[in-house]
Nanobody, 123 residues
Framework: VQLQASGGGLVQAGGSLRLSCAASGRTFSSYVMGWFRQAPGKEREFVAAIRWSGGSTVYADSVKGRFAISRDNAKNTVYLQMNGLKPEDTAVYYC?????????????????WGQGTLVTVSS
């Protein structure tokens, strides 16, 4: 599975960004797609995940109500809409794929990773 993340950038606090993750290489009907982030000096942390089939979602408490994960089956693309951004959201954001339908939050449970896209939120 190949994953290509894009959409990062510099935004002021309170602003919005939409990240995209284009997936290719196989069919994804049984997959879980996740977004993670890693700030400088910190461990990679779970942000959100979505089951490709059915579209059920899971969010980290820190982003619940501000971020929304979605997918476009026709485009094999997963999105992360980020609203109400805060300086503490600054990080490199990674999309990841897991070939088992159970959603988990541990990065180690995801087999394939995109290259990361930097999100910087200024105060």
């Amino acid at each position: 599975v190949q994953l290509q993340a894009s959409g990062g950038g510099l935004v002021q606090a309170g602003g919005s960004l939409r990240l995209s993750c284009a997936a290719s290489g196989r069919t994804f009907s049984s997959y879980v797609m996740g977004w993670f982030r890693q700030a400088p000096g910190k461990e990679r942390e779970f942000v959100a995940a979505i089951r490709w089939s059915g579209g059920s979602t899971v969010y980290a408490d820190s982003v619940k109500g501000r971020f929304a994960i979605s997918r476009d089956n026709a485009k094999n693309t997963v999105y992360l809409q980020m609203n109400g951004l805060k300086p503490e959201d600054t990080a490199v954001y990674y999309c990841a794929a897991r070939s088992v339908t159970l959603v988990i939050r541990a990065p180690g449970g995801y087999e394939d990773w995109g290259q990361g896209t930097l999100v910087t939120v200024s105060s």
